[in-house]
């Protein structure tokens, strides 16, 4: 069982507003994933982190996207305004190395 | 190409007959190939996972089948049960050329019939 903790829950948005989600990996998992699955099951990568470093990222888009992984903090993702596209169940997953990854429960988004 | 396609998209068997779903994939630098579980209104789990030194890898009622030649996989599911009613998910990822990525398939919305 995944000991991935992601908050909030669920994310209830109007069109523009910040939107904010945070991730606690496992203890003892350096590498942190963000993935967004949207309602027709496709998943999209977006950014992952080991520890506090960008080991890879799609082009946020348009910058609306941020994401940080901090030292003794969660990691989190932001979207700085959001749009109705945005809608999604927003996966963050950790993993030892870089290969088996662990699901949070999710952080499901509805921008209004 | 980064693409792993899923098929098929839908799958009904009875109970206690084998499940078979197949993925295939085209990029050599893949080396871990997972596939994942999800119930309705969960996040994905983590069922089970080879690589590619391996052309089989068993784990109680699933089993994984890979043929590196073809770059195909397929999860088998023996004496399927109601619960493993589910959405099942293949995945690839290459650790040393896509920092880890996971590429998944489109999905296979397995039932079982009681």
């Known amino acids: 069982n995944s000991k991935v903790i992601q908050t909030p829950r669920y994310l209830v948005k109007g069109q523009g507003q910040k939107a904010k989600m945070r991730c606690i990996p496992e203890?003892?998992?350096?590498?942190v994933f963000w993935y967004q699955q949207n309602k027709n099951n496709e998943f999209k990568f977006l950014i992952n982190f080991q520890n506090q470093e960008v080991l890879q990222q799609i082009d946020m888009t348009e910058k609306r996207f941020s994401a940080e992984c901090p030292s003794n903090s969660p990691c989190s993702l932001e979207i700085q305004s959001s749009e109705a596209g945005d809608s999604a169940l927003y996966l963050c997953a950790s993993s030892l190395s870089k290969d088996t990854q662990y699901f949070g429960p999710g952080t499901r988004l509805l921008v209004l | 190409q980064q693409q792993v396609r899923q098929s098929p998209q839908s799958l009904t068997v009875w109970e206690g007959e084998t499940a078979i779903l197949n993925c295939s994939y085209e990029?050599?630098?893949?080396?871990?190939f997972p596939w994942y579980h999800q119930f309705p209104g969960e996040s994905p789990a983590l069922l089970i996972a080879?690589?590619?030194?391996?052309n089989k890898k068993e784990d109680g009622r699933f089993t994984i089948f890979f043929n590196k030649r073809e770059k195909k996989f397929s999860l088998h599911i023996a004496d399927s049960q109601p619960g493993d009613s589910a959405t099942y998910f293949c995945?690839?990822?290459?650790?040393?050329?896509?920092?880890?990525?996971?590429?998944f398939g489109q999905g296979t919305k397995l039932s079982i019939k009681p």
């Open positions: 080879i690589r590619p030194v391996s």
């Open positions: 203890k003892g998992h350096p590498v």
């Open positions: 995945a690839a990822s290459a650790a040393n050329y896509n920092q880890g990525k996971l590429i």
């Open positions: 990029d050599s630098t893949f080396d871990y």
